[in-house]
């Protein structure tokens, strides 16, 4: 099994959101044309809620750049490992908190492996901005995901922690 050398990711972004308050409650900027690589743009959007405690993935996309977007309210842990061959940080892992305790945007590119964990007592949200298709247009064409999670803890090197 592979060992992973813990350090920053070749292609993944990883940008605190400003957030601009006010008597009415906050915002942040999550997605604007004019700050991300053509590659990345969104083509769908999509909400997904994680209960404490409950791990999604380790995956991977072959063609998906995901374009996550952490705000709260729970607190995750965040894990990436690169696991493309000609990468200059081939074998990289690295781990960091989002959402509640720093609010960021994660763009993850094809052949990261990835996977998040809620750490904290409240349930997470997560808003996701992928520049492809969920099963391509019509839904026609087959799911792009290497799913690590259905290998099993002892077959995979991917293991959070």
Request: aromatic letters at 8%; hydrophobic letters at 35%; one cysteine or more.
């Amino acid at each position: 099994m592979q060992a992973f050398e813990d350090g920053p990711i070749e292609g993944v972004v990883v940008r605190d959101l400003v957030r601009h308050d006010d008597h009415r409650g906050w915002l942040a900027e999550v997605f604007r044309q004019d700050e991300i690589r053509p590659e990345h743009k969104p083509v769908m959007g999509y909400v997904s809620v994680t209960r404490p405690g409950v791990v999604r993935g380790p995956h991977e996309h072959r063609d998906q750049t995901d374009f996550f977007c952490f705000v709260g309210p729970g607190t995750f842990q965040v894990h990436l490992w690169d696991n493309r061959p000609l990468s200059p940080t081939a074998g990289r892992r690295m781990v960091l908190e989002a959402g509640a305790v720093r609010k960021c945007v994660v763009i993850i590119p094809p052949g990261v492996v990835h996977a998040y964990q809620v750490i904290s007592a409240e349930e997470g949200l997560v808003i996701n901005l992928p520049n492809r298709l969920f099963q391509g247009e019509g839904k026609r064409e087959p799911v792009d995901e290497i799913r690590w999670e259905d290998a099993g803890e002892s077959a995979t090197p991917f293991k959070l922690g």
